[in-house]
């Protein structure tokens, strides 16, 4: 009986991985109906990769405490680790169960890549046939797309690039396998599809090959194009990559790779992880702590953006809720009395703009009072009043006030001020104390008042001194031969005009300055609050800017470090050339040497031994000439 296939895909991340799996699919090779979704931005015609293994391989990594984008090596002790964990069952299994519905099962996660020694031991418990697939690309377009895809600077992605093809390498030293380019699979789909299947072993569909060439594969797959030139121009680029990269696409030519077929591939990937074992560990924590910095900056900035809002803010709270209260009241010969009990209450948010603002009066209380009280705020304010009237509940009007009617609005206070009507549709008003107060006498409507429920509808906005401090000072300018201010008791609005008295030029500005004063004291206070309320936070950010710089500092030094590290790993590798450039110089200065010693040896005994010889034969005449020469 035929053995069942898995032929897995292997590569670094953005190499053509999911190009190659889905040539593989047209190959009639099932990969399962479990896979990741198409992502817009990254790779919109699909992953073509198994959910399944591929949140296996993201959770054995976060145990090992690795990650898709850590430089550092896969260890045996790692793979040990997992074993003893249970993943090689849970691998297993999975794969079992792919295989109960096909002969061929295809498979790609480029976290395989890094895993690949401990997916061998799992590929040895199934009976079935491995074959391998590598994907490469040119390093400069991968470090190119994830610079777009994850903000990666060049020279990580190149040692990413570096490791998982390394790792992939050593891994089939055992194996065959084939290279396929991404951009030669782009550029010429149906070749290479049909080098894939002979190396699987499969006999291709053409017409399906064909469907694939002209609806699957196009130049929007491919978003940046790059040759040798510009990874040789890359300043970033460190040479192994270049040299590992010319060795791989010398592989694109061949049927299938070995170590007999690529020995020099093979020697150079073995010896590269001897080196660079140390170096990318230690990038790796350097990396961690880099991020873990980074996050914590990113922390502090935000709170320090959060507190410089709040400093920038205006100094007065412009959306502070104030509750504006109606009260009833009944003139009882010594002044008017108003009822505590009885206020209907209605919050109102400072700096919302104009509102209508009702109140429900109960008409039972009404019809034994004569006057109603308007509480505007609890604080210095502006007010602009456009309307103000009473109806019955169902709509019908029984009294209205406008800024052009001859009704009545009382104030108690002498802090209120008129400051301007704007164009007769509202009367602009100033309250230079903490409790603004209207009255309305509603005495002569009683009779018109219903048994049931009235209704107060007020139309109205307030804003805070601070606020419109400038629109006041303004007004105030322009009605300087208008300008009303009212004493206590005083009505703010007459039908007969000509008694309201015009207040001078000097109370004018008198007015001014009490208006200023007042603004002044309101924009103290919210200053105050605000400094009471931020104290701790200032101590707070003070002590947090202080961390940051150390860890900005920090930061530099590690770069610093890092900056050493490559330096002293490029002059040991410069020391190390010019020590294997004496070594072979030493090496064939000693072979030449060797040769003439062996040539003397083999002379001298030539010459010994045919004196031996006449020596031992009698013959001294000879010997004794053999001995002069």
């Keep these: ?52 293994i591929n949140l296996l391989n993201i959770e054995m990594l976060s145990v090992l405490g690795n990650d898709w984008d850590h430089l550092s090596f896969i260890t045996p002790k790692d793979i040990e680790n997992l074993i003893a964990l249970g993943y090689k069952q849970k691998a297993f299994d999975i794969l079992n169960a792919k295989l109960n519905t096909s002969n061929y099962f295809g498979f790609k996660d480029p976290r395989v890549s890094k895993l690949i020694e401990f997916w061998k031991i799992v590929f040895a418990e199934l ?37 998982y093809n390394i790792t992939t390498i050593i891994g089939l030293r055992e194996h065959s396998f084939i290279v396929v380019d991404y951009d030669d699979l782009i550029a010429n789909p149906i070749y290479q599809t049909n080098r894939i299947s002979d190396h699987l072993g499969i006999e291709p569909d053409e017409q399906k090959i064909a469907t694939f060439s002209s609806d699957f594969i196009d130049d929007s797959l ?62 790796d924590q350097m990396d961690k702590e880099h991020n873990r910095n980074n ?113 009545s609005l009382w104030s108690h206070s002498k802090d209120i001020h008129i400051i301007n009507r704007v164009e007769n549709n509202s009367l602009y008003l100033a309250s230079l104390s903490d409790d603004p107060q209207l009255h309305l ?55 007969d005009k000509s008694q309201v008295p015009i207040l001078s030029t ?15 004291k309101e924009l103290e206070k919210s200053a105050f609050n605000i400094a009471s309320n931020n104290e701790a936070s200032y101590r707070t950010i003070e002590s947090q800017y202080l961390e940051l710089k150390k860890d900005i500092k920090a930061n ?18 410069d020391d190390k050339e010019i020590y294997i450039n004496q070594l072979q110089a030493e090496l064939s200065d000693s072979r030449a040497l060797l040769s003439q010693y062996k040539n003397a040896h083999e002379s001298i005994s030539k010459s010994t031994l045919v004196k031996t010889a006449l020596y031992l034969s009698g013959n001294k005449a000879l010997y004794l000439s053999c001995t002069e020469n």
């Design 1 to 52: 009986m035929e053995k069942k296939k898995i032929i897995v895909v292997l590569g670094m991340h953005r190499s053509g991985t999911s190009a190659a799996m889905k040539a593989i699919e047209t190959l009639g090779v099932s990969i399962g109906d479990n896979l990741m979704p198409a992502a817009k931005n990254n790779n919109p015609k699909g992953f073509f990769e198994d959910m399944d």
């Design 222 to 283: 491919r978003h940046s194009l790059s040759n040798l030139q510009l990874l040789k121009d890359d300043p970033h680029c460190p040479k192994i990559v270049e040299e590992l990269y010319k060795l791989l696409s010398d592989c694109t030519a061949q049927k299938s790779v070995t170590t007999q077929t690529m020995p020099a591939l093979f020697e150079l990937c073995t010896k590269s992880r001897i080196d660079m074992d140390y170096t990318l560990q230690l990038l």
């Design 506 to 520: 000097t109370g004018i500005q008198d007015l001014e300055k009490s208006l200023l004063l007042a603004i002044n």
């Design 295 to 407: 996050g914590e900056i990113i922390a502090l900035k935000s709170k320090m953006e959060s507190i410089e809002n709040k400093i920038k803010a205006p100094l007065h709270n412009t959306m502070r809720t104030v509750s504006t209260k109606v009260y009833t009241g009944i003139d009882d010969g010594d002044g008017i009395a108003y009822s505590e009990e009885k206020a209907v209450s209605v919050p109102y948010c400072i700096g919302e703009g104009r509102r209508s603002i009702t109140y429900n009066l109960e008409s039972n209380c009404i019809n034994n009072y004569s006057h109603l009280r308007f509480d505007i705020a609890d604080m210095p304010c502006f007010i602009e009043i456009y309307s103000m009237q009473l109806t019955k509940s169902d709509g019908e009007m029984i009294w209205q006030w406008e800024p052009s009617s001859n009704e």
């Design 441 to 495: 006498n509603i005495k002569e409507h009683k009779e018109e008042l219903p048994p049931s429920s009235i209704i107060l509808i007020v139309d109205l906005s307030i804003s805070a001194l601070a606020e419109h401090s400038k629109k006041a000072l303004e007004s105030l300018a322009s009605v300087r031969n208008e300008l009303i201010i009212f004493q206590q008791y005083d009505e703010l609005v007459r039908s």
């Design 556 to 573: 530099n030094d590690i770069a610093q470090k890092m900056t050493e590290l490559f330096q002293i790993e490029k002059k040991q590798n």
């Design 127 to 163: 009976n079935c046939e491995i074959i391998y697939v590598c994907s490469i690309r040119n390093p400069f377009s991968v470090a190119k797309s994830l610079e777009v895809r994850d903000g990666f600077i060049h020279i990580k992605s190149y040692l990413l690039w570096l490791s």
